[in-house]
């Protein structure tokens, strides 16, 4: 009886905390999604799950559908950015969407802005400064 109201509290903190990065960003549902990819008119969902299966997309669940913040693509060649494909290639099992999407978010002092801002103009610098994110802590 402890840990199940131990597990629902520590499950209404995790849901709050989601709740509250997901307002920290403009989200799309799995059709603008797929219309900012230049495919309007064809059905997205089985698609955008494969973009998401192959880490190329980050996707999240929220309020019963998958949406996807829409930082990650670029409008103007109707694509993903490419520094977010490398973001999510490198991205570790252990470390949750929701993490990844904590730190995108956040303001980075590699960049004086955060690195969802940044992946357009500086991917690789991006990529970089995940790398020293997911390093595991040495300890001697």
């Known amino acids: 009886m402890f840990?199940?109201?131990?597990?629902?509290?520590?499950?209404?903190?995790?849901d709050r905390i989601r709740r509250e990065l997901?307002?920290?960003?403009?989200?799309?549902?799995?059709?603008?999604?797929?219309?900012?990819?230049?495919?309007?008119?064809?059905?997205?969902?089985?698609?955008?799950?494969?973009?998401?299966?192959?880490?190329?997309?980050?996707r999240l669940f929220a309020d019963g559908h998958y949406v996807y913040p829409s930082f990650q693509f670029d409008p103007k060649t109707k694509s993903l950015l490419p520094g977010m494909r490398l973001v999510l290639q490198a991205k570790p099992d252990s470390y949750s969407d929701y993490m990844l999407l904590s730190w995108l978010l956040c303001p980075h002092l590699d960049f004086g802005t955060s690195p969802a801002e940044s992946l357009q103009d500086l991917p690789n610098e991006v990529m970089t400064a995940f790398y020293r994110e997911i390093e595991p802590v040495p300890h001697g």
């Open 22 to 58: 997901l307002k920290r960003c403009e989200l799309v549902d799995e059709r603008e999604a797929w219309t900012l990819l230049g495919k309007p008119g064809f059905e997205p969902a089985e698609a955008m799950g494969s973009l998401s299966d192959n880490r190329a997309v980050l």
């Open 3 to 14: 840990e199940n109201g131990l597990d629902r509290e520590r499950n209404a903190h995790h």
